[in-house]
């Protein structure tokens, strides 16, 4: 069996939806928390799949979060050996700077439901299983594209939203692993949030309910397709 280590950096965000996809490629699923006391010594370069999923938090914030620092570094070599990770949200974040490139305060908060604008060359790659499918958006940071990098998918607000580095390195500033999720209630009571983006908790809860399910699908799609392309 494969193994799978999915690094969690608050309880309320974990994989959700893209659980069935990786253990349906047969990856058994291990998971640690940033705040678990082990973490400094956890081992970034032995799983076969890491899995580094999102937090409110920004990865320019290591006065405020030490482990950042630590985080960084060890995926940072991880990446080097060119293994197989995927980053949401936050951990796109993480990638882009373990990858040398700046994080950054973006423009405006982008929450709610709504598709992405896939480029061409993610047309050609798993992103194309989200095309025009309202996926969660839940972030209020950017990044500058990595060098190396292959730009996927943009929104009118964040032009980079999506990139990859060859087969094994992907990385979404969306969510489209949640919408079936009941851990999205805590999302919601985050209100000083949802109001600076110009939200309301009822809005989002109906987008939910309309594209939750719809958006999981497409993003199971979406992983177990580049599951099966990875170069391992």
Known sequence: MKSA???????????????APVEAAGYVIDRVDVTDPDFAQVDFDTPDLVVMMGGPMGVYETDRYPWLGCEIARLARRIMLDRPTLGVCLGSQVIAAAMGARVYAGPVKEVGF?????HDA???????????VPVLHWHGDTFDLPERAELLASSDAYPHQVFRRGDNILALQCHSEMGEDPRFDAWLEDEPYIHAAGRTVEELRGEHDRHGPVAVAAGRRMIADWLDRLDP
């Open 5 to 19: 280590l999915v690094i969690r950096h608050v309880p309320y965000e974990g994989i959700a939806g893209f659980r």
């Open 114 to 118: 709504a598709p992405v604008t896939i």
């Open 122 to 132: 993610g047309l050609a790659s798993p992103l194309r299983h989200i095309e025009g």
